[in-house]
């Protein structure tokens, strides 16, 4: 664990305390230059934005960690989450118009999970076969695709193709010094981080995370050692569901409107996210994700908005091609993931 | 011949010659989620040399897909430094950087996209969608394509069996990406119209799955799943979005019955009466 965070012999908490400490130090000092503070909002924000990168690209190295599959449909999940809540709060649930998002968002997040075991049911389960050359990696991505056309051509059937607003009645803005740091996206970041250390607590200490591991080093060594392989890769479904389903809710918080392709954008940043990390490192995922939200805000305050996405993938491509194994990932891509 | 007809012919013919550039790389091993980004440089290529030059479509189409070639031998070297689902990445995020380049750049069109006013008619594309078809059947049997296979089927043993692995592999990304630049300059011509939003991931996603729902075992695959693809979603006659449910349910059952695509060599020794040589292979 600690070796894929690239730091050895501290606990990864320190080292996170530490980081915190040393951002909001900085964010500070900016606000207090001179002409500092829209800089610093920028920050601020870029982190707050972070954080839901942060949750989608742990989605992602996890079941590349753990299954070597590059899940095309998590943004989907993330997606179905907040269109499901929409929908909910919209056609169905009878709740007061100020409250409905606080049940409807939970449901959305239970469909993205159940949405999420389906792909493992009709991907993993089935999927046995070993060629043993070169492309065979891509089999559960191509299936993955196919679930990814199912479920967003599902919805916009459902619920059309339109950006809707969700309004949740629940804004509350803190001021500090000259920053303005929203509440809900305050408690989205720590929420999202939240659950990150969480799961790699779970992962590092349960029984449940050491099988995962196992499996993350050797499928076939896991199973001979009594690891009930069919049993455990449902976990990763069912914890990349959450984990988006959780983005998506914490989203729709934050920026109150969803539509059908929300998962798109924030998806393949993600991925960009969990590359510059590094594949299969949890902590890389965490700094990737509020390096991300943090490059695409600057990105946007100095060059404007497309020239952001160039910066972003520029430095993807760049980290691909000059340091594969991402900022924090192990040099063998396989060991020591996770 | 119907407009509508006409229409989907001359897509369907784009299609082919996109999915047989990618299909050179997947027959080496490597899979490109970036084949958007190579038909983007064809198509602006060939866009901004006609109208920037003034070059005719016999010199703008060539000369893109020579660029397109160029680009992908270059970007082969540092992309084949990676493996797998990075390789996966590494190409998805080049078109993404193409895309990106193009739409902030004001001398491209951005947003706006490019208005190409030389126009290629269809027979011309059917002709170049025969003509690729017919390179990569003829490719596919010479000793590039053998070592091709070798290398997918194992880069190790093939490695120590003498195949330059390294060239063979940019050898394939240089042939995918003329070909795929080739589908751009194209489709520019052809629909007088270029705009980044065309060349979008989604459009790198389907062509990687013509591909490998056609099959990469042997060059009918690409042909097979262009057509199967671009032809049956017209005959299903069916809503939007319904269409493509009916796609993924494909996708997805196609992938737990026979993941190695629908044309293999086995069906193609069947068909053809060599049972004994597909048992053997």
């Known amino acids: 664990m600690s070796d894929a965070a690239g730091v050895r012999g501290m606990h990864p908490l320190v080292i996170s305390a530490g ?11 900016l606000a207090a230059l001179p002409g500092g503070a829209t800089l610093a909002q920028q920050v601020v924000s870029g982190l707050m934005l972070g954080g839901i990168y942060v949750a989608v690209a742990v989605a992602f190295t996890l079941t590349i960690g753990v299954l070597n599959f590059l899940n095309f449909t998590i943004p989907t999940m993330f997606m179905l989450t907040g269109m499901v809540a929409w929908g909910l709060a919209r056609h169905g649930l009878p709740f007061t118009d100020a409250w409905h998002w606080a049940l409807a968002l939970p449901a959305g997040i239970a469909v993205a999970i159940v949405a999420s075991l389906i792909v493992e049911r009709f991907t993993f389960r089935y999927l046995k076969t070993r060629h043993g050359d070169a492309t065979e990696h891509a089999i559960p991505l191509v299936s993955s695709l196919g679930f990814l056309l199912i479920f967003e051509h599902l919805v916009l059937i459902v619920l059309g193709s339109e950006a809707q607003s969700f309004p949740v009645r629940f804004r509350l803005d ?56 069919t049993r455990i890769v449902p976990v990763v479904f069912l914890l990349s569901g959450l984990l988006c389903g959780v983005a998506g809710a914490l989203f729709v918080v934050n920026y109150s409107d969803v539509s059908p392709f929300m998962g798109d954008h924030v998806g393949t940043k993600a991925i960009a996210a969990m590359v510059l990390g590094g594949l299969g490192s949890i902590w890389g995922a965490i700094a990737g994700g509020l390096l991300v939200g943090l490059m695409e805000t600057l990105g946007i305050h100095f060059f404007g908005g497309d020239a952001a996405q160039v910066v972003v993938w520029t430095a993807l491509l760049a980290a691909i091609v000059l340091r594969p194994q991402g900022l924090f990932g192990g040099t063998r891509i396989g060991k020591g993931k996770l | 011949m119907s407009g509508y007809w006409s229409g989907i012919l001359a897509i369907l ?21 970036g084949g958007a ?29 020579l660029l397109t070639a160029l680009i992908g031998m270059g970007i082969a070297f540092p992309v084949l430094r990676t493996r797998g689902v990075y390789m996966v ?6 078109a993404q950087v193409v895309t990106g380049i193009i739409l902030t750049q004001p001398a491209l069109g951005g947003a706006m996209g490019l208005v190409v006013t030389e126009y290629v008619d269809l027979p011309v594309l059917l002709s170049c969608a ?66 980044a939003q065309y060349f979008s991931p989604l459009l790198s996603i389907y ?37 493509y449910v009916v796609f993924g349910v494909m996708i997805v059952a196609m992938m737990m019955f026979r993941p190695e695509g629908m044309v293999t060599r086995t069906l193609l020794a069947r068909l053809t009466g060599r049972r004994r040589h597909a048992d053997a292979g």
Do not use: K
């Open chain 2, 130 to 195: 025969a003509a690729v078809t017919l390179l990569v059947f003829w490719l596919t049997a010479t000793r590039l394509g053998l070592a091709m296979r070798a290398l997918h089927d194992d880069e190790l043993v093939a490695t120590l069996m003498g195949v330059p692995a390294r060239a063979v592999q940019v050898a394939g990304f240089a042939i995918g990406g003329g070909l795929a630049g080739l589908a751009g300059a194209l489709y520019a011509h052809h629909f007088s119209f270029v705009e």
């Open chain 2, 89 to 94: 990445l590494a190409t998805f995020a080049f």
């Open chain 2, 207 to 243: 062509v990687l799955l013509f591909v490998l729902i056609g099959g990469t075992q042997t060059a009918w695959g690409p042909l097979v799943g262009a057509t199967f693809f671009t032809i049956v979603p017209e005959l299903l006659r069916i809503g939007g979005s319904w269409r």
């Open chain 2, 13 to 33: 013919a784009i299609n082919i010659i996109f999915a047989y550039g990618i299909f050179v790389t997947a027959t080496a091993g490597q899979l490109n989620l």
């Open chain 1, 19 to 29: 980081v915190a400490a040393g951002c909001v130090a900085a964010i500070a000092g």
């Open chain 1, 174 to 229: 803190w001021q500090v010094g000259p920053l303005v740091v929203g509440l809900p996206q305050m408690a989205s970041l720590l929420l999202s981080l939240g659950i990150v250390f969480w799961l790699s607590w779970l992962l590092a200490r349960t029984r449940t995370g050491r099988a995962l591991r196992s499996i993350a080093e050797s499928p076939d060594t896991a199973t001979l050692l009594g690891v009930e392989v």
């Open chain 2, 37 to 65: 980004g190579f038909m983007a440089i064809g198509a602006y290529g060939a866009a901004m040399l006609g109208e920037q030059l003034g070059w005719t479509p016999a010199w703008t189409v060539p000369a893109a897909t």
